[in-house]
Structure formats: structure tokens, C-alpha cells
Nanobody, 121 residues
Framework: QVQLVESGGGSVQAGGSLRLSCAASGYTYCMGWFRQAPGKDREGVAGIRTRVGSAYYADSVKGRFTISQDNDQDTVYLQMNSLKPEDTAMYYC?????????????????WGQGTQVTVSS
């Protein structure tokens, strides 16, 4: 069982930046960030293979968001720059210990409680 705890959400004006953190309590092979806006489906934002450090992104955030991990691979970060109002959502950290390489919610076994990000225009 892996527990995930997110932090770092908040409110910011368009063009600003935020950094989200996700601390994992156990072994992970893959960690990812997802988001869900009111009335919309949960969508993948970024993922990272924690044993290798290779990252991948949704097209909507490429060039603006960066996923990274700390040296002990227990914590991943999502640096969000040039934020837009359409980035407003609840952001969730997710993890799995088998598969990696996609941003499909079905491929992630463990989920955090979420942290709210609000971007005002």
C-alpha cells in the first residue's frame, strides 16, 4: 500500500507559477499528476518513471510544466509556470508500481487526496 500526500496548491494570477509536491510512503515505479476541473473528466498532466527519471507530458502543458523528483525518489514535484485560467482544477498525485508511460487514470493504482489550483485572469 502506497500513501500519497500532495501539497503546494493555491491561488495565483495568470502568468504566475506554483509548485506542487507529492510525498510517497512506499515503493513506486511510476508517479504522475492529474487534474480535474468541475464538470470535466480527470485528465493526465505529467508522469515520471521514478527509477529512471524520464518524464512525459500532456500536450496542453508541454513547455510550461515540469515534473521532477528528489534524490531518494520518494517525492515528486510539478513546477507550473505561465499558468492560465484553464489550468484551474483539483490536482491529484498518482502512483503505480507496475506500469508507466501513459497518462491513463486506469493505469495508476494509488491516488492522493488532491490539492486545489486556481488561476485568475
Amino acid at each position: 500500500q502506497v500513501q500519497l500526500v500532495e501539497s503546494g496548491g493555491g491561488s495565483v494570477q495568470a502568468g504566475g507559477s506554483l509548485r506542487l509536491s507529492c510525498a510517497a510512503s512506499g515503493y513506486t515505479y511510476c508517479m504522475g499528476w492529474f487534474r480535474q476541473a468541475p464538470g470535466k473528466d480527470r485528465e493526465g498532466v505529467a508522469g515520471i518513471r521514478t527509477r529512471v527519471g524520464s518524464a512525459y507530458y500532456a500536450d496542453s502543458v508541454k513547455g510550461r510544466f515540469t515534473i521532477s523528483q528528489d534524490n531518494d525518489q520518494d517525492t515528486v514535484y510539478l513546477q507550473m509556470n505561465s499558468l492560465k485560467p484553464e489550468d484551474t482544477a483539483m490536482y491529484y498525485c498518482a502512483a503505480d508500481f507496475v506500469r508507466c508511460g501513459t497518462l491513463l487514470t486506469a493505469n495508476f493504482r494509488y491516488w492522493g487526496q488532491g490539492t486545489q489550483v486556481t488561476v485568475s485572469s
